[in-house]
């Protein structure tokens, strides 16, 4: 039996709580999940989101839920900057995490929860579902198969248009205090896949840009944005191939892109998490006159899509990796291997987002480590 | 609080599972779901699926469910020749039922329980996911708001390839008993979404067919294939619409294909539930000169995409149909108006499909009533 | 040197204009090509073209034409109400000659025309140029080989929507002298790609749709519609197969659109002209796990792509197939062996599509022979 | 009358002649075009070439063509190396000239070009055949309008497969006298289009890798190649605009591939290369519930596709856009405006490349003037 706290109950919190709610009746291999305690910034709030995800208890005071002795694991779904705290907090409490990514606003913080990661000896998991999917995890084995060779060159787009409309008024996404812009928001999710698949990058040339340099404020006056809804990267992994990263919250049409291109000595691999359900594949093993990209739809034999639904071609949802990241987690937690981004990795992913930042300020390469 | 029933553990039973555990995280505005009762055809299936589904009961006897005072709700995901018994005698137990496709193997008996669900007062409903998804729901608005003006013709496809391997032996599907083959597999869901954007069809002429004559039995002898894979349909709605229904469950390279092929005086709507998670509407209205099909993702906007995410483009898989579907369900229970195929349009389903069947027999044009 | 003829200068005529000032300089492996004679309905026009076009004479009445002692082979691009004398004539005059599709608007002329060039001796072959493309042509090879295994079951669908728009006027292709409609000007394009690739229908059931009753004419009126936009077709092959055929020349969205599906018991192929420099197949052969449809672009090692571009992938156009058609027709004058339709098989492409017609007349399934 | 001289026939020699064969069949509005006279390395092939293509002389030295004085126009289309020699000879004999691009090996030899050109007051035109596809010139009128607003992120690929084979010997591409590799080969083409839709860039930063470090010879010893089949440039153009360009010839898959994205204010575009016949448009005025890309197919309304075809959807080839662009430089040399790249921009284009070149050698941003 696993005792469950929640904290927050935003995007993020509804997702893992579908996830808590979902995951024994998915895997079947996993203990019984008892939904524990629900934190909320306040206290009626809590408990109607407790009634609805069906956790026992409720609170106003995240404290709560990481002192109640039968939570056994913590979700952290506040925004980033309350992440260090409550982080480190439910570490020293004993409590397992599965905080959303990014780890903290600043480097030295998710230095600071690395540490108390290791300190308390418990499971500090971070919330990279992308790298769940069937055809990630897919293509991952084929990678390490070699179908398509050796890789010599890599590229990855993330694009979304959520800040694209040039009419929207200025809000704290266009501060400096909340980060650089797109290497925050998006860049540590291409940054998990390519981790994920590839390993960690060792260099990077980062440019950046602001599609609107002002914005209208509330009361009509015009605010200077400060920043950067686009970034472009060239890097070298450690392993030596090279490649790009780009990133923009304001291209407008993209909703949920993350188009990968993996190019090998013999073929090449593209996904687009838009159309996550299914991944192209293309290797040089074919017969020269029928060589083509091959449309591979998911399927039970892709892990773990059979867990989910028997039929292959049928689809699972951006919740479902929640559910599978979940299954991890609690494998994880029970001393299995796990498939999953713990604070050591994540504050690596931070490290190579800083260190764009840097290459950018500084408009030179620069080293990760 | 609704008691909740489940009969079946299969793909569909789990689907249900998960449906029911979900649906108030998801929706929050349904009463608490008491997952009462699980019945599975021995004792021991069922304890361990009540265990990891989250039921509180577990019977090797399904009358058990259905006679558990505490149960409000059954879910019936057996194999359709159980249908009738299972859900006559829950709904003469005063249980609602939810109750998966198609009804039963037999007109009469789908007959039978049409007449015990309107005897009881009590709601009815069938599995009929797929016209749950926020793209087909956003697809009917549009259609209602003639946004592609008058329909004039349609197309629609249902195609997989479970039966496609001509190696795989002859088993229960192949025999006549098991009714007339891809029209009761497949062309009952295209109907259910013929019927839920368009009415209900008026005259059908059928062509069926058969990819491989025989199949080897497990002793090595080969045996007479009695069922039809390939089904090809002209039809003539009750509009006035003429279109065509095809059905192929022996389409290699087919997974989970339904495509629909809307043609108005305005313009053209187009989906694939390989690819559910967008459509295609081209419109006229457009100035000529970028006139195109739009490939539109799914997003908040399209109901109820909204409360399983809150951002665009991030994908709803096939589980969440049934969430949806489940969610139709208790507001149906609850008096409120609902998106829900009931026994007396499901009834009207396998008059169709009977209808096809019978004009293939007699090689003419049938009136399906 | 072949001394060639031209007769008519439309969409079909500048074709055929285009074919012959190109198909050596593609080719190399044929004579000279010598544009001598080009007919029009009057001088001036005549004149006017030979001189675009680089013929060496003009005339406004087309017998001029075949009479020319210097033209060897005469294309016949006028409408079809004129083929049969024009086609007959030449042929009479000893001329070979290349006719647009249809061969006539009723059945006895197209016989007539078959009798007449039989009895000349003389090349009488028909401008189906679909069958020329690169990806059609490996198509056929694949199937020869069997890398779908046995086919048993087809699918093909011609759609366009330049009679979409309900307001515009009445015109004659809505007047039943003008032929049955959707069946004369799309499915013997259909038929023309089933007849290379799979051999001739056997049976036919047919249904015809009406998008819009009436028409408005220039004087304000409304007008009956006698013709039908659309015809979908269940037909068995006479190699056994059973498939269906669509064509809709009112459906909007879709400009060239031939989609072929064709499916085998070891894989399947798509096709689709609207994107005609590339095709999809699907094999079983392929590892489970990657199983896909292969999107193969088409390349030098399609026959003949690489005649026009020696690189993979960089596309052929429309009036690039009629080029490779008239290769093929001058390989026949030659007495070499071609790929085209020639007569004998126009004949039978017509006697289906009147068949199909008789078919709707009858409400009922009919033998094309 | 304008008299053509060809120098190469390889396969952009080839490309010419059918440009000069059809390019008064198809536009109709320019003087009769007479092929005078053909160049190859040596008199045999000459006059087998010029057989084929259609020419009346033919000669074993390049410099017979550019003296004979029926040559208005001559087209180069040898390898890199011989165009300033070719060039320069032919604009001081008084020639107008359409050379195939880049324009030469070394800048130097470019800025010769050039200055020859201007000598001589003739026309001296490139062969950046890409921008003249109805989409891109679609795509410009459309950028022009405004119609996704205010340009603020552009990226392009250049993709091809034909170095990607690991096992192929080391060849002349892979020395250093060759050039840079993708840059050279590549990266002029995306330029190309960049300078016609968006003007010309003023700051790149490139980085450039090998896949394969060493290769075979045929003598089977290790031989280190020399050249870089990828770049990955950031890159601000002179408008203020930031992007991407990424040139690839050694990615397996991708056969001629070069993929815009351009985001604006109120929308954004996309095309790919490899399905020249349509191109994607983004806007947001369109209904919210309803934006997604279209989809849209080239047709008489995107000039000059109603040159070639009078039906849309029914596509151009690769060797269509070199017959507009003979069009174009035909009207170039009749005083007319031309959408052309003539020495100019080619030279702008080139010092581009030099540029990123530069970039990658000293590990900086660079200033291309």
Redesign the interface.
């Known amino acids: 039996m696993l005792g469950v706290g929640l904290i927050g109950t935003g995007?993020m919190g509804?997702?893992h709580?579908?996830a808590w709610?979902?995951v024994?009746?998915?895997f079947?291999d996993v203990p019984?999940v008892r939904l524990v305690h629900l934190g909320e910034a306040n206290t009626e709030l809590a408990v109607r989101r407790a009634?609805?995800?069906?956790f026992q208890k409720a609170s106003g005071d995240w404290r709560a839920v990481i002192d109640d002795p039968q939570v056994d694991v913590v979700s952290i779904t506040t925004p980033n900057q309350f992440h260090p705290e409550m982080a480190i907090a439910a570490l020293k409490a004993g409590k397992h995490i599965w905080c959303e990514k990014p780890m903290a606003p600043t480097f030295s913080d998710a230095e600071a929860m690395l540490a108390a990661a290791k300190k308390s000896g418990k499971v500090a998991a971070l919330g990279y579902n992308y790298i769940q999917g069937p055809a990630i995890r897919?293509i991952r084995k084929?990678l390490a198969e070699k179908?398509?060779?050796d890789i010599?060159?890599l590229?990855i787009?993330m694009d979304?248009d959520?800040m694209?409309?040039?009419d929207a008024l200025f809000n704290w996404k266009h501060e400096a205090t909340s980060g650089y812009g797109a290497l925050d928001d998006f860049a540590v999710h291409p940054l998990s896949l390519l981790f994920t698949l590839f390993g960690r990058v060792s260099r990077v040339?980062c440019?950046m840009?602001k599609?609107?340099a002002t914005r209208k404020t509330a009361n009509g006056t015009d605010r200077a944005v400060e920043t950067y809804d686009?970034a472009?990267v060239?890097m070298h992994m450690e392993n030596g191939v090279?490649?790009?990263l780009?990133a923009?919250r304001?291209?407008?049409?993209?909703?949920?892109?993350i188009a990968l291109q993996v190019?090998?000595?013999?073929?090449?691999i593209?996904f687009d998490q838009?159309?996550?359900?299914?991944f192209?594949?293309?290797v040089?093993a074919?017969r020269?006159?029928?060589?083509?990209?091959?449309?591979?739809?998911t399927?039970p034999?892709?892990e773990p899509y059979g867990q989910?639904?028997?039929?292959?071609?049928?689809?699972?949802?951006?919740?479902?990796l929640k559910i599978i990241e979940c299954h991890e987690l609690i494998k994880r937690i029970n001393g299995q291997p796990a498939h999953l981004i713990e604070f050591a990795d994540g504050l690596e992913i931070e490290r190579t987002v800083h260190a764009m930042a840097r290459s950018y300020q500084e408009?030179?390469?620069v080293d990760v480590r």
């Open positions: 995007f509804k997702c709580a579908l709610n979902s024994r009746a998915v079947g019984a009634n609805e995800f069906g897919h084929l179908i398509i060779g010599n060159h590229r787009e979304e959520f694209a409309d040039p040339m440019d840009s599609p609107y686009s472009s060239l090279a490649g790009t780009q923009n304001s291209a407008w049409g993209r909703k949920g892109r190019f090998g000595s013999k073929g090449s593209l838009e159309r996550a359900n299914e192209q594949l293309y040089t074919d020269a006159t029928e060589q083509g990209y091959r449309t591979i739809l399927a034999h892709h989910f639904i028997p039929a292959p071609g049928h689809g699972l949802g951006f919740n479902d408009q030179r390469w």
